[in-house]
């Protein structure tokens, strides 16, 4: 049995390696809407060329969810880890031999595999080396990474294309994600779990998996989170300049301010979730859509004219409550999963995230075009949050730390549930 110090050293590297895969992934992605005017004056690209690359990033995203959580059930975290961030890396290199539209389209569609799979990949991670009281608290410390990688991409790739090229700043991206991946091969190791599961456990896992109703209403929540997400930040400055007439610069550093909010809020919603709530989750993720529902009748009814103070404190609202949720879901999804499918659990709740994100605004769009007006479409994504609410209903949350024990043949943690307990906190979504 390892020493506590030497526990806390593990979780101290491992921490460490999942929130430089967090980081730099996702900067290779967002560097493409940093650079889009640069890469379409220099490849020549119609607005139509460039929608592909935009739509390759998000159908490899999509399409990655679920094939790496079941491999890392399989195989492990470790070399799901390397091989993600290799490849993409490799490929945004390779832009400084072929800086071309078809090198690109290939760059893009690995990174959005890639930052599909990281997500699922490191919060198996977090779900594996960290004890149920300080997994939220560790899982938005991880949905902070990912934002301030868009903060990076926006601050830092155009100065740098400006000086060097486009293909040169992606392949500075692409140098960072080798190093990354050579980081978890010296430092990262799979948490030991005894006896590795057989083929059969695997099956019966994902068997128990599949017909786990209250798993299935979760992962629904996830995808009308998504698409609530992705609705708001894709028409927000649109409609605060066609609607409501304010400048463009202004309208997207309020955009800006909500994802600022949300950034601060994830560690003290983990926070506050670990330590006063005792590992419950769901109070507050339905906190949080009540809160956003709030956020967008008011953003509905707000007339022209209206004072920019009163719209900042709208959409501060909106940023801690319709933006923040990332680390809670990813924790308690996994957590209702069970240990024994924690990979594949990962993965299809971030699957249905992807395709609320996918499915939504357009939607949203096509709504705002047959009415002329944006009130009915605000409305969509209120319906999204009150059905929300109902999937996660009232309730313990979902860890079944007798799934957990029987999965790993490990006795219970000490602080966690009872089975008669764990049996509560399974039933209610």
């Not at 998996?209 to 299935?216: G, P, S, T, V, Y």
């Not at 929540?221 to 708001?232: A, K, Q």
Request: hydrophobic letters at 50%.
């Amino acid at each position: 049995m390892q020493p506590a110090s030497a526990n806390v050293r593990d979780r101290r590297v491992i921490l460490t390696l999942v929130l430089m895969a967090q980081f730099i992934v996702p900067i290779g992605l967002f560097g493409l809407g940093a650079l889009g005017p640069m890469i379409r004056e220099a490849l020549q690209l119609s607005r139509e060329q460039f929608g592909y690359v935009t739509s390759l990033c998000a159908f490899g995203a999509l399409c990655a969810g679920l094939p790496t959580g079941w491999l890392a059930d399989r195989v492990g975290v470790r070399w799901l880890l390397i091989a993600g961030q290799v490849v993409s890396g490799v490929a945004l290199v390779t832009l400084l031999l072929w800086p071309t539209y078809g090198a690109l389209l290939l760059g893009m569609l690995l990174v959005g595999v890639a930052h599909g799979a990281i997500i699922v990949l490191t919060t198996k991670a977090l779900v594996d080396w960290f004890p149920r009281e300080r997994r939220a608290t560790v899982m938005g410390a991880k949905a902070m990474a990912m934002s301030g990688a868009g903060s990076v991409a926006g601050l830092a790739l155009p100065p740098l294309a400006l000086r060097l090229g486009w293909h040169q700043a992606f392949a500075t991206v692409g140098g960072l994600l080798v190093a990354s991946a050579v980081g978890v091969l010296l430092s990262y190791r799979d948490r030991g779990q005894g006896q590795p599961p057989t083929a059969p456990q695997l099956a019966a896992a994902s068997r128990r998996l599949r017909h786990d109703l209250h798993f299935w209403r979760l992962v629904t929540v996830g995808f009308l989170f998504g698409g609530v997400f992705f609705g708001f930040t894709a028409y927000l400055t649109l409609y605060l300049h066609e609607r409501l007439g304010y400048p463009p610069v202004l309208a997207g550093s309020l955009l800006a301010l909500a994802h600022g909010t949300a950034t601060a809020s994830r560690v003290p919603y983990g926070w506050v979730s670990d330590r006063w709530l005792r590992g419950e989750r769901r109070v507050l993720l339905r906190g949080m859509a009540v809160g956003a529902m709030g956020a967008l009748l008011a953003l509905a009814l707000l007339p022209p004219g209206t004072p920019v103070p009163v719209l900042a404190v709208i959409i501060l609202l909106y940023g801690a409550s319709g933006l923040a949720w990332g680390g809670l879901y990813q924790t308690l999804a996994a957590e209702v999963a069970g240990r024994d499918a924690q990979g594949l659990g990962a993965g299809i709740s971030m699957t249905l995230v992807q395709l609320g994100s996918t499915v939504t605004p357009p939607v949203f769009g096509a709504l705002v075009d047959a009415t002329g007006s944006y009130t009915v479409a605000w409305g969509l994504l209120m319906l999204w949050l009150l059905g929300a609410v109902g999937l996660l209903g009232p309730g313990q949350s979902g860890l079944a730390p007798q799934v957990e024990a029987r999965s790993t043949g490990h006795a219970q943690p000490s602080g966690s549930l009872s089975p008669k307990e764990g049996e509560q906190a399974v039933s209610p979504v």
